[in-house]
Nanobody, 115 residues
Framework: QVQLVESGGGLVQPGGSLRLPCAAS????????MGWYRQAPGKERELVAA???????NYADSVKGRFIISRDTVKNLVYLQMSWLKPEDTAVYYC?????????WGKGTLVTVSS
């Protein structure tokens, strides 16, 4: 069983930064891919950033140059470093892991960007 727990959300002013960690049960090196998604009120869940071991990373156009996804295989954490936050980044952010064609999700952490 794979468990993912996100943290680090909160209220931040426009232009500010936050780092979201996602803690996984067991080694993250076994996952085929990991990613961050977000869902804003009234909108569908969308991909923010993904990391595929041996291949690289990809980002939604709306966050390119502002967000960075990274992973720490010693601590079994995946991070989403968010900078230059905008009000439209407000959403619940979810961590996802893919293991042998199965998707696993965390429960999410709320990020609110507002002055």
């Amino acid at each position: 069983q794979v468990q993912l727990v996100e943290s680090g959300g909160g209220l931040v002013q426009p232009g500010g930064s936050l780092r979201l960690p996602c803690a996984a049960s067991g080694s993250i090196a076994r996952f085929n891919a990991m990613g961050w998604y977000r869902q804003a009120p009234g909108k569908e869940r969308e991909l923010v950033a993904a990391i595929i071991p041996g291949t690289g990373t990809n980002y939604a156009d709306s966050v390119k140059g502002r967000f960075i996804i990274s992973r720490d295989t010693v601590k079994n954490l995946v991070y989403l470093q968010m900078s230059w936050l905008k009000p439209e980044d407000t959403a619940v952010y979810y961590c996802k892991a893919v293991l042998t064609s199965m998707d696993y999700w965390g429960k999410g952490t709320l990020v609110t960007v507002s002055s």
